[in-house]
């Protein structure tokens, strides 16, 4: 059977409001009652649940946002042999490519603008480094909008779709946050950080940074104004790493990517061989809260704020997976 054709049967069950997968895969030779670790339960109020698979096929999908509309969403895959730019339906339709590369080049993480007409992404078609460019719908071509010498990624578009903001490396290495506008001019820098976001009100830019405490070297989540000013420590723990934050559409939460931090000796580390998962904190930094039992990365929201969309491995490939992130006293493990 063809991915395409077990895409489209994945599909079918969810537009029948079938839950597509509810049991985690377990390990070989796993008892099927083996006890969830106690230091990794989640209380029952504040459990996830409506796990719902959304791509399932041989071929890895990343970093996938749903559009302004929650109707398609794109994701970034190598199942034409390298990773381009495609959508996916989230409830019924087809799969269209929207980039084509020769296997060299690789297009990921992409943004939707507010009005859906363009999808920002980062590309390494000039040169093999990586930079802002624009796919317009409608239009033939592309835009390029960044032209660093040592790389930018993860360009994310203001509410209102009139600036950009990004991550770009300096020769260093180093990584800083810088805006420009919907044509990339006037470029501004920020910051040090990466991985930013903006609020719904377009006011505040939530970003991950890294931190050394002693020897220990960690990324948190933080906020800053959206002029790059009051900068402030949102999440600060040392056995765990934080980054691709993203405001929930109400502004209230934030849903984010944590690693364990396996050089860290002195911070307890999880029994199970599952170093990254997806957590949620309040904008003010209270109630953390982990939303995945099992490796997955790159969180996203639905448009309205109901579900996080999110990448897991949970067999030989990646694959997009969605759940809600509270429902009241449901507690849900796939």
Do not use: C
């Amino acid at each position: 059977m063809s991915s395409t054709i077990r895409h489209h049967i994945v599909l079918a069950l969810l537009v029948g409001g079938a839950t597509v997968a509810t049991a985690q895969a377990r390990p070989a030779g796993a008892p099927s009652s083996a006890p969830a670790d106690p230091d990794r339960r989640l209380p029952i109020s504040l459990a996830p649940a409506g796990l719902r698979q959304l791509t399932m096929d041989e071929n890895d999908e990343r970093e996938a946002v749903f559009s302004p509309r929650g109707d398609v969403f794109a994701v970034s895959s190598n199942r034409s042999g390298t990773f381009e730019l495609w959508l996916y339906p989230s409830r019924q339709g087809g799969v269209r490519q929207l980039t084509m590369n020769p296997a060299t080049t690789q297009d990921v993480s992409p943004d939707w603008h507010p009005s859906a007409s363009s999808l920002l992404f980062q590309s390494t078609r000039i040169g093999g480094i990586p930079n802002i460019w624009r796919y317009n719908f409608g239009e033939r071509g592309l835009t390029q909008l960044t032209f660093t010498k040592f790389g930018a990624e993860n360009g994310r578009y203001s509410p209102d779709g009139s600036l950009i903001i990004y991550t770009a490396y300096d020769a260093a290495g180093r990584r800083h946050i810088w805006m420009v506008d919907a044509e990339g001019r006037n470029p501004t820098e920020l910051g040090d950080g990466f991985d930013a976001s903006w609020s719904p009100d377009g006011r505040t830019i939530v970003f991950a940074r890294a931190v050394r405490e002693g020897s220990d070297r960690t990324t948190d989540i933080w906020l800053m104004d959206a002029d790059g000013t009051n900068a402030r420590r949102l999440t600060g723990e040392r056995a765990k790493s934080e980054s691709a934050p993203r405001f929930s559409p109400d502004g209230q939460s934030i849903v984010y990517e944590m690693t364990w931090n396996p050089s860290d000796s002195s911070a307890a580390q999880p029994s199970r061989r599952i170093l990254r998962e997806v957590w949620m904190v309040g904008v003010d930094g209270q109630n953390a809260r982990q939303l995945t039992l099992y490796e997955a990365s790159r969180p996203s929201w639905s448009p309205d704020g109901k579900q996080v969309i999110f990448s897991t491995a949970r067999g030989s490939s990646q694959d997009v997976w969605m759940i809600q992130p509270l429902v009241p006293n449901t507690v849900s493990r796939p």
